[in-house]
């Protein structure tokens, strides 16, 4: 299948190109030229078989003239190798937990498959991966891609901005992962990347890519869990199936729409984002107005700007969707630690705040019992173990995967925020 650019339709690629350059021309997006449909009948056919091989199926109605299905099983066989779970909480809520992964977000699935499939279609030239992070994508790109041949991977993430813990589950790797602990913010540290990407000289002697939420990649793995959620539902409640998703960038809730385009049942979306509401009042009055990003509770979701917004515009566009039939809540702080607290005292559910702010704007629109919801549950609760500790008065333990890293070195190279010296390092390094 080919992929166009949502801002220049002339700009058509196939799949493998639209991963390894990411971003269009105009810094257009891509798009699939087309949704492949599966109608109802056969949905319950695809629902019956295990997530691995219809995972591999779904992915490969994208691409399947570039790589077969039997090496696609392979690759998602690698990227997908942790569970998920469907948790009831009351009555008709349900959590999708998709942070069993090895970094403990979701991040982990779209960020795998992005790893396994760059390293299908490797060639000669070495592939380097640099990417800012303030936590979670950090983490994902550094476990998904370690120890991958022909890739270095280069990670910039704000000193002392980010959480000891975090910090620990990124950069103890060592060997083809580096990071680098910036003396600034994470605005500064995206700005080195930018100007990396920018630099001519760079750009002719590697190939930079940078593993971030745009890449068309990430979004189609995505959509496998939203079969599986649906798989893991009797026949009889999966036409009632309202999904409320906690959104920052808005990637998940496009991989979302793309299964219900594909022919997915799922009958109502939520989009769930904190304080930083542009969505929200651009459905309400139809104007795009990013305000300045306020820093909020769920971090991961401090955007103002959402860099996938024009896909879903693109989605609604081709479906005839009509936008107001997308709902959207903003939710603040307060509240978001209210339902954290009442999540644990009433059904002793630990969750943490960007899980909660989806609990959160469900449990407000589930109207009647028919109704069929599901929030998504994107971390897991031990990454912010002090705040919720506290706030719970409880000690929650940690998962393995975490007490492992805490004992590990810090590897991390410290450098001031100044693009000249950062450059030096990557043509000492690298070229
Ligand atoms: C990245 C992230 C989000 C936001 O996901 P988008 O696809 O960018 O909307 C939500 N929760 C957590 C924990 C995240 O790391």
């Avoid at 992915?59 to 998602?76: A, M």
């Avoid at 700005?191 to 068309?216: G, H, M, P, W």
Wanted: net charge positive; charged share 20%.
């Amino acid at each position: 299948m080919n992929f166009y650019n949502i801002n220049n339709y002339k700009e058509i690629i196939n799949f493998k190109q639209a991963l390894k350059i990411g971003l269009g021309k105009n810094q257009g997006l891509f798009f699939p030229s087309f949704i492949p449909k599966i109608n109802l009948k056969n949905i319950n056919q695809i629902l019956d078989m295990d997530f691995i091989n219809r995972s591999s199926y779904l992915i490969s109605l994208f691409i399947k003239d570039e790589i077969s299905l039997k090496n696609l099983t392979k690759i998602i066989h690698k990227a997908f190798n942790f569970p998920l779970k469907l948790i009831n909480i009351k009555n008709n809520i349900f959590c999708l937990e998709l942070f069993h992964g090895p970094t403990l977000s979701f991040k982990d699935f779209g960020v795998r498959f992005m790893s396994q499939i760059l390293n299908y279609f490797t060639e000669q030239k070495k592939i380097i991966i640099l990417t800012a992070t303030s936590g979670d994508t950090g983490a994902a790109v550094a476990h998904a891609f370690y120890n991958i041949n022909n890739i270095e991977v280069i990670i910039l993430y704000p000193k002392n901005k980010i959480s000891v813990l975090q910090e620990k589950l990124f950069c103890t790797l060592g060997k083809n992962i580096k990071t680098i602990a910036i003396e600034g913010n994470f605005d500064d540290c995206q700005k080195l990347v930018k100007q990396s990407f920018e630099d001519t000289y760079l750009r002719n002697k590697v190939i930079l890519n940078s593993a971030n939420s745009i890449n068309i990649s990430r979004l189609i793995a995505q959509i496998c869990y939203y079969f599986e959620a649906f798989a893991k539902i009797k026949k009889n409640n999966r036409n009632n199936v309202i999904v409320s998703i906690p959104c920052g960038n808005f990637g998940n809730l496009t991989a979302g729409l793309i299964a219900k385009s594909m022919g997915l049942p799922i009958k109502k979306f939520i989009a769930a984002t904190n304080s930083n509401d542009t969505v929200l009042r651009y459905l309400k009055n139809g104007i795009w107005k990013p305000k300045k990003t306020i820093t909020t509770l769920s971090n991961a979701m401090d955007v103002n700007n959402p860099n996938n917004w024009p896909r879903i515009l693109e989605l609604f566009k081709i479906n005839n969707w009509n936008l107001n039939r997308l709902s959207s809540q903003s939710i603040s702080d307060n509240l978001t630690e209210k339902s954290i607290i009442k999540l644990y005292n009433k059904y002793k559910y630990i969750t943490e705040p960007h899980s909660a702010i989806a609990y959160h704007a469900l449990s407000s629109k589930i109207k009647c019992q028919e109704d069929f919801g599901i929030f998504l549950g994107t971390a897991h609760p031990a990454k912010f173990q002090d705040y919720i500790d506290k706030i719970l008065k409880i000690r929650i333990k940690l998962p393995i995967v975490l007490t492992n890293y805490i004992k590990k070195e810090n590897l991390s190279y410290n450098f001031p925020n100044n693009f000249t010296y950062f450059k030096t390092f990557l043509i000492k390094n690298y070229i």
